[in-house]
């Protein structure tokens, strides 16, 4: 299975904000989503960075209450690693465990057309887990 086939199932919809946002900002619009992180991007629509709960955290953390009112870019991660439609799922979640993140930006062309989280690749690896031992169980009653 693909990451475009989780995007057909779950939608393509991903939730934005600018670098500028503050974290208070980050924090009620992941809430108001209930999501772990969003995208920030340019004004170009490009990648900027990402931001999870985990940063708001460890912001929180080290500054208090005051961090709120700085800016997501001063605790995204700008490096952000990206997947493909193409991708399996397998590789995404390697991805994911060898990175220790739990969120992927899907890109095509440089643009920014889905997120998938490890929730998302989980999910469909359970049910392919499920599938096969039923295949299984079907052909060994069948034998
Ligand atoms: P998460 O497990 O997604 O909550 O993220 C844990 C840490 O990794 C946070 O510092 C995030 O900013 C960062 N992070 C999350 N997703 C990515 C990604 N795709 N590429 C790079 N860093 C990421």
């Known amino acids: 299975m693909t990451v475009a086939a989780i995007l057909a199932e779950k939608g393509r919809r991903v939730v ?49 209450g005051e961090a709120l009112a700085e800016p997501a870019s001063a605790y995204m991660s700008a490096n952000v690693v990206t997947c493909h439609e193409e991708d399996t799922i397998d590789t995404v979640m390697e991805r994911m465990s060898a990175g220790r993140f739990r969120h992927m930006p899907v890109v095509k062309n440089d643009r920014l057309v889905g997120v998938v989280s490890i929730g998302d690749v989980v999910k469909r690896r359970i049910a392919r887990a499920e599938s096969e031992a039923a295949e299984i169980r079907a052909y060994i009653t069948s034998a």
Do not use: C, M
């Open 16 to 64: 934005t904000l600018t670098p500028k946002a503050t974290l208070g900002e980050v924090s009620r619009t992941l809430a108001a989503n209930r999501i772990g992180a969003l995208i920030l991007t340019r004004a170009d629509g490009g990648i900027a960075g990402i931001i999870s709960e985990r940063d708001v955290v460890r912001a929180l953390a080290a500054e208090g």
